[in-house]
């Protein structure tokens, strides 16, 4: 190999080595899942095996940032008259609302309220769970039915931190 031909290959591992480095640290870093985005910090999620769950809380995970606890973090469903909502919701040691995932899907009269619905929800964020409250002044939308469900999931996830947990009768046969 002559003396052009060695600088390129040179050149080519420092580069190669450098997209590796980059790639690496994006990986252990960067804020990429939702759980990340909710607590908007890379975390570790690890499921908190309980069988005195309520009926509509899918499942719940401590959340962890290196070794300290950051919160927990709740998968929550209701099913209504206007269809699914799924809610992925943050909560911090202090019982404060760090973020909402939403994923509604609810057959609405009027095209507005899918909005309407999405902005209260996320005026939430940053109240206690026990009390959620409208903190940035969004009007509460006129859909009783969809909000009705989204107090009950709060208010489901609320009373599992009480400790208030209502287990569900079995149907008589």
Do not use: C, W
């Amino acid at each position: 190999m002559n003396r052009e031909n060695k600088v390129l290959l040179l050149n080519t591992l420092i580069l190669l080595v450098v997209g590796l480095l980059v790639i690496l640290v994006y990986s252990n870093l960067a804020v990429t899942t939702k759980a990340d985005k909710i607590f908007n910090t890379k975390v570790k999620l690890e499921l908190v095996e309980d069988n005195n769950l309520p009926s509509n809380i899918k499942e719940v995970n401590d959340v962890y940032k290196g070794k300290l606890k950051v919160g927990q973090l709740f998968d929550v469903f209701e099913t209504n008259a206007f269809g699914e909502l799924s809610l992925l919701v943050g909560i911090d040691t202090d019982n404060n609302i760090m973020g909402i995932y939403q994923a509604i899907n609810q057959d609405y009269p009027e095209s507005h309220h899918q909005e309407e619905v999405f902005l209260y929800i996320e005026s939430l964020i940053g109240s206690n769970i026990s009390n959620p409250k409208n903190l940035d002044g969004v009007a509460k939308p006129t859909t009783v039915v969809t909000l009705g469900s989204v107090d009950s999931m709060l208010e489901s996830i609320a009373n599992y931190l009480d400790g208030e947990v209502v287990i569900p009768e079995e149907p008589k046969a």
